[in-house]
């Protein structure tokens, strides 16, 4: 298995319009997190710990803004399972 095939497509974008919205938002969270000039910093410089913080608290937030709209009842459950789940390239095993 040739190197970075193991982890393909698990960080694509879903939705290709929602590409600079995305950006823009772990930019907004690096630098809450207090990692400025992120935009320009060499990824390979920073820890592991630096970027996956990043990636996680973006989770966390993106979690914490569907639950606040289940609440308020701006959507509904059944919205959610709407949208099919992607599906995995042939012949790759995602498990690995």
């Not at 298995?1 to 919205?21: E, T």
């Not at 690096?30 to 990824?43: F, S």
């Not at 608290?57 to 289940?70: A, C, F, N, S, T």
């Amino acid at each position: 298995m040739p190197i970075g095939r193991r982890n393909a497509g698990r960080s694509r974008v879903l939705v290709p319009a929602a590409q600079q919205a995305l950006e823009d938002f772990k930019l907004e969270i690096a630098n809450e997190i207090g990692l400025t000039n992120y935009q320009e910093v060499d990824k390979g410089e920073l820890t592991s710990r630096q970027n996956g913080y990043v990636g996680g608290y973006m989770v966390r937030k993106m979690i914490q803004q569907v639950e606040d709209q289940l609440a308020n009842g701006t959507i509904q459950a059944s919205q959610l399972t709407a949208q099919p789940a992607p599906k995995s390239p042939v012949g790759t095993n995602e498990f690995l």
